[in-house]
């Protein structure tokens, strides 16, 4: 079992970056596929970004090219680096984790732990 914990959330003016880190405890970090969601006010929850156990990532249409997930299994902890922040960023962060071995990435569903969120806020 792993329980991730998001920190980095902040406020950032439009065109700023945030780093978002995830710490999972747990000593099966590395079995893990890690992801990122987003929901912001009044809308659905998103998918943001995706990183396997064996290192392959996937992105959200509206973030690629702007954010990079990436992960240190020695240090349990999973990242996302958002560039070019814009106002529509704006969302509480969600980090997940996930067993399956056969799965839709983009599907919330699909990820058996949720952390609590981290807020983050684009100022225009």
């Known amino acids: 079992q792993v329980q991730p914990v998001e920190s980095g959330g902040g406020l950032v003016q439009a065109g700023g970056s945030l780093r978002l880190s995830c710490a999972a405890s747990g000593r099966t970090f590395s079995s893990y596929n890690m992801g990122w969601f987003r929901q912001a006010p009044g809308k659905e929850r998103e998918f943001v970004a995706h990183?396997?156990?064996?290192?392959?990532?996937d992105y959200g249409v509206s973030v690629k090219g702007r954010f990079t997930i990436s992960r240190d299994n020695a240090k349990n902890t999973v990242y996302l680096q958002m560039n070019s922040l814009k106002p529509e960023d704006t969302a509480i962060y969600y980090c997940v984790a996930g067993v399956r071995t056969y799965y839709v990435p983009s599907m919330s569903s699909e990820y058996d732990y949720w952390g609590q969120g981290t807020q983050v806020t684009v100022s225009s």
């Open positions: 990183i396997a156990r064996g290192g392959s990532t």
